[in-house]
């Protein structure tokens, strides 16, 4: 009976994060961008999430001409989904409200080798690319066993010498692209603007000013105060609730 119960709230609770979702879409369609915000946010508060649901807030907010949730949304939907184009190209679009032009600071040399090789793909892929591996090196591995010429049994010998290079390079990518995932905390300015300290107290100077919708990463946390870094490298104190961490 139990069970019963619980899968009927499952179904219940779907049901309604759907209707909430079509109403939403409903409602942005007649350009009533204010009351479609209402219907997804309630998918949200269902404990509902989705790359689309995150976008569509996105684009709702960013019709309402409100950088910093738009461009939060954006963010979120970025992390259910970083090979999304159409995310990205949304997302350029509300960057291009912001106030604030932070340039970023590229790596150099063999740190920006690995960097650039890594963020081919997700994580995610990465993995599935190392189980495919896996694969061929088993049938390589069998083709060698049970080969009875010895140009093809030299072929499979080699192939896995190669296969193993290849597999320890995505694992390795993957791994890295995990990590980087994990402790990457990126955060959205939605304060109008807020005074980054050099120190995590009023009293202290201020370091430089930032706007609404301005993407910053969070390096540690200190009372109210969360210690940032800008894309171009420069480090300040900001107060915990002028922000609004993406992950």
């Known amino acids: 009976m139990k069970k019963i119960i619980f899968i009927l709230l499952l179904t219940t609770q779907f049901f309604f994060a759907q209707t909430g979702f079509d109403r939403g879409n409903y409602l942005y369609q007649k350009a009533r961008y204010e009351e479609a915000i209402k219907e997804y946010e309630s998918v949200l508060a269902s404990q509902q999430h989705s790359s689309e649901l995150y976008f569509n807030l996105g684009n709702c907010y960013y019709k309402l001409n409100k950088v910093a949730p738009a461009i939060y949304n954006y963010e979120k939907a970025l992390v259910l989904n970083p ?39 997700h994580y995610n892929t990465w993995a599935w690319i190392s189980i495919g591996l896996s ?3 088993l049938l390589f591995f069998i083709g060698y066993y049970f080969s009875q010429i010895t140009l093809s049994k030299r072929i ?9 290079f290849l597999l320890l390079m995505s694992v390795s990518a993957a791994i890295s692209e995990k990590n980087d995932f994990k402790n990457e905390r990126p955060a959205i300015v939605f304060a109008e603007m807020t005074l980054v300290k050099s120190e ?27 210690k940032i870094q800008l894309t171009d490298g420069t480090e300040g104190w900001i107060e915990k609730t002028a922000i609004k961490e993406v992950k």
């Open 83 to 121: 090979d999304d184009a159409e995310i990205t190209n949304n997302l350029k679009f509300a960057q291009k409200l912001q106030i604030d032009e932070i340039k970023d600071i590229p790596t150099v040399g063999f740190s920006k080798m690995v960097q650039d090789f890594t963020s081919i793909f």
């Open 135 to 137: 694969t061929l090196f």
């Open 200 to 226: 995590p107290q009023k009293a202290s100077n201020t370091v430089f000013t930032l706007h609404e919708g301005t993407k910053v990463f969070v390096l540690e946390e200190l009372e109210n105060w969360k």
């Open 156 to 164: 499979f010998f080699f192939g896995m010498f190669v296969l193993v």
